[in-house]
Every structure is written in structure tokens, then in C-alpha cells.
């Protein structure tokens, strides 16, 4: 136990490390150019707000909280969503007082007892928006847009756009009563969860995993929320597809596509590489403010696993970047060396150039081959004649030329060559 990682957690390594930093460098530039600033919450918040903003019957909150009481006895929750944790620093920070729009992205671990498998976690990364403040079905389509670039940026290739419409607090009561009559008759032939949807959230049925209450949905041709939409609802969606045409995104309705949070009003889109689980998800949001306290403020933003999109890129051959190359390598020839070689490899440092030598007492064979091993452009040799002369003997390692440079002039020999 004590070497093994807990289920679902991975230990990103020197070498993967840097594909991650070029997916949230990659992000963080997308979000600049659409200008949304970046906001860090707590890693847990309290139950509560998971429960009511994500939503009771969902299997997030039924089934997969990390959920623990403190010294305090206050019941706390490792977020399993961005979503909840970014509208409630909203409220509590009184951002709805600002006169313009806000617009947030943040990029940030998540926690769902889940399964794991190919592209599942326990522990996950999410990057993600939110914007407060409008119902304009232009900032839906911006959403989407900046999902849609971010997406094709990154070279993922093959990403298709799926979405729907749920409806708003007018037109799902409606759904409900059109579901309810169709299913209940045949009720008996659900999965027990899906009977139990039926009686809490019949829409939660669109999303179940269980293909038998999938062809029974299909038997009695049970009705979208889509065949329901009040005219603002409908007039919403055709607005925020018209702008998606006129941007050049390109997508598909689904009118069976239901999200796995409870929040969503009116739009609700995924983007989907065929093959793999959901690359990023999201939609509108226009009840949850008001649900964690504050005032009524629509809301529509989406998030997707970094995790998940690393894997479609990995598996496509794409490496989004290598292990940081060093510049250069000082090889100690001698001891009476040593000194002049922490003084040089401070000052190079100091002028920015990565460099790093030996501290294992290797011969000087075996550091050209460390050298080599890390990637070194440059290898500084330093023995007793270039400490008494002042020099250093300077090799470069793609052309295999050497040459004595004054130490004085070392920094900016280097610097015009790295
Ligand atoms: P979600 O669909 O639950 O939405 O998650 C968004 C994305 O997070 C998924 O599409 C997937 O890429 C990734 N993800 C979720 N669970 C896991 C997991 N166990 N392992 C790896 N990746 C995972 C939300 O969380 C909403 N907060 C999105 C949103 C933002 N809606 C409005 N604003």
C-alpha cells in the first residue's frame, strides 16, 4: 500500500508533465484571446453546495462524492465540478455587482468516485469557462466557439459538436408529464434506478447507461424536451445554431443528449471525438445563482477532461511536447576545478541558459555521457590547464566542434548560441 497510489490518481512524471503545461499554456492563450480571466477556488467546499448546485439525483452526488466531516464536524466535499465552486465565489464575492459580463475560465483537479477505466479517473483535470451575467444566446455560441478553437488548436482532429436544448423551468414541467405518460404504463420494464427516476427526474432516463431502457425509450417514442420547448426556449436555440453557422462551428442536434448535472436550462452541448468518453461538455445554467443564494443571474459555460483529450492526442501520435532539453552540461575534469565550476554554472544560470553538471564524482567519460543522455547542447570541460588560464574548453555537441573561451566571455558566447 504504502508504494501504491490510491485508484484512479495518476503521478504525472518529468516527460508528461510538459504535454500538460502545453494543453493549459494552449488553453490559457484561447481564454486570453476571447478575454476571460483565469479564477482559483478551493479544492472542497462545503456538501451543500454540490447537493443543491449539481443536483440530488444525480450520480455525481448519489453515488461519487469524496465527501468527509472535519475536526469541525462540518461535512466538506472534494469538488467533482467546476461549475458549483466558480458561482458560488460569485456570490459570495459580490462579482454580480460588476457592470460588465464576467467571464472566467479556470484549469484545476476534480474528484468523482467513478469506475476507472480508459480516460475515467478518480482524481481528473478539468479546464473550463463560466460566464455571468446574460442570456444572449451570442454568449452561448461564444462559449461553444471558444470550446470549438481551443479544441481544434490543441490538433485533435475528428471533434464533432453535439447539441440540445433542455428547456427552461416553463417548458419541463410539461416534459415531465408528456414522459411520465408514456413510461408509466411500461414502467415496470426500467432498470430500478430508471423507476426511480421516473418518479424524481424522468429526463435523468435519456442518460441511462442500461441499453434495455434505452430501446424502451425508443418502443414508446418517448418525447425530447426538445418536442417541448416553449417559443423563447425554441427561439434560444435557433438563435444560438444560426450563430454557430454564421461563426463556422459546425454540429449536430441531438435531442436525446442529457448532461450529467442537474443545472442546465436551455442549451446543452458536448464535444465528442467518436471512439472516446465526452472530450468537454457544458451548457446554460440560468437557475443556479439564484439556487446557492444570489441574485438571479443566468449563467452558461463548459469544461472538459485534460485528462481525455492527452489520451485521443496520444493514441493519434501527437506529443504535445518533449522533456525541456538542457543547454549546457559542465564536465569537472579535476578537483581543483570544482570551484570555478560552481562559479560558471551559477552565472550561467543566471543569464537564463539551463545548465547542470555532475555531483556523483563520475570520470569524465561517464559525464559526456550524461551529457548526451540529458540533451545537452553544450559540454564545458574544465580541468586544471583552463583553471590556470583562465579559459574554458567549450564543446558543441550537434557539430562536435571545440573551443577555448575566456571565462569572462562565457556568458555571452553561450548566449548567442542557445
Ligand atoms: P461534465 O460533463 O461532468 O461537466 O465534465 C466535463 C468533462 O470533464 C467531461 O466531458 C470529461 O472530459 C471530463 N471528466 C468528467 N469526469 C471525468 C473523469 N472521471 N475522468 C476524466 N475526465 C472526466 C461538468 O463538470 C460541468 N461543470 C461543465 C460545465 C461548466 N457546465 C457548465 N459550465
Known sequence: ???????????LLPGEVESWRRLEDTFREVCRTYHYQEIRTPIFEHTELFARGVGETTDIVEKEMYTFEDHGERSLTLRPEGTAGVVRAFVENKLYGNPDLTKLFYIGPMFRYEKPQKGRWRQFHQYGVEVLGSEAPDVDAEVIALGATFLERLGLGRVQLEMNSVGCAECRPRHREAMVAALRPVADRLCADCQSRLERNPLRIFDCKNESCQALLREVNAPTVLDCLCDACAEHFDAVKRLLQETGVS????????????????????FIVPGYSTVAGGGRYNGLVAEVGGPETPGVGFAGGLERALLVLQEQGIHPAQKSALAVYIAVADDTAATTAA???????????SADRDYQNKGLKAQFKAADRLGARFVLVLGENEVAAGTVSVKDLTTGEQVAVAQDQLVSYLSTRV
Not at 449536430?252 to 446543452?268: E, F, K, Q, S
Not at 562559479?343 to 541558459?353: F, K, S, T
Open 251 to 270: 454540429y449536430t442536434v441531438n435531442p436525446r443528449l442529457v448532461r450529467g448535472l442537474d443545472y442546465y436550462t436551455r442549451t446543452a452541448w458536448e
Open 343 to 353: 562559479r560558471l554554472l551559477q552565472q550561467v544560470r543566471e543569464a537564463g541558459i
Open 1 to 11: 500500500m504504502l508504494t501504491q497510489r490510491p485508484r484512479g490518481t495518476a503521478d
